[in-house]
């Protein structure tokens, strides 16, 4: 399985699929290794905290969960829609991520 997502960390992503379908939100943290992302406000699941010197009480907190690459879609900054990319060269020839909708460049 390759390790290499279509998305990164920062950017805006729309979730196609799951109980948060139609969210969208930036990715906080990209995991190659699984396949996954966090997404800012999706997926948010209930984590019990141990009491510490922090939170003497302990108790229960939201935090985002991980979901699978595939069911995110890159917004593009420019058409400010959701699109797939294509792999591209800029003027310095350094890669890139193309926006198939309107040409500009992503990254």
């Known amino acids: 399985m390759a390790n290499k997502l279509h998305v990164k960390k920062g950017d805006k992503v729309k979730v196609l699929s799951g109980k948060d379908k139609g969210k969208e939100g930036v990715i906080l943290r ?30 229960l907190t939201k935090v985002e969960g991980p979901i699978h690459a595939s069911n995110v879609m890159l ?19 350094k890669k890139v991520r193309v926006c198939k909708k309107c040409g500009k460049d992503i990254d």
């Open 30 to 59: 990209a995991m190659p290794s699984t396949q996954r992302v966090v997404v800012e406000k999706v997926n948010m699941i209930t984590k019990t905290i141990r009491p510490n010197q922090n939170n003497p009480q302990g108790g």
């Open 75 to 93: 917004i593009c900054p420019e058409c400010n829609q959701p699109t797939r990319t294509n792999a591209g060269r800029n003027a310095e020839g």
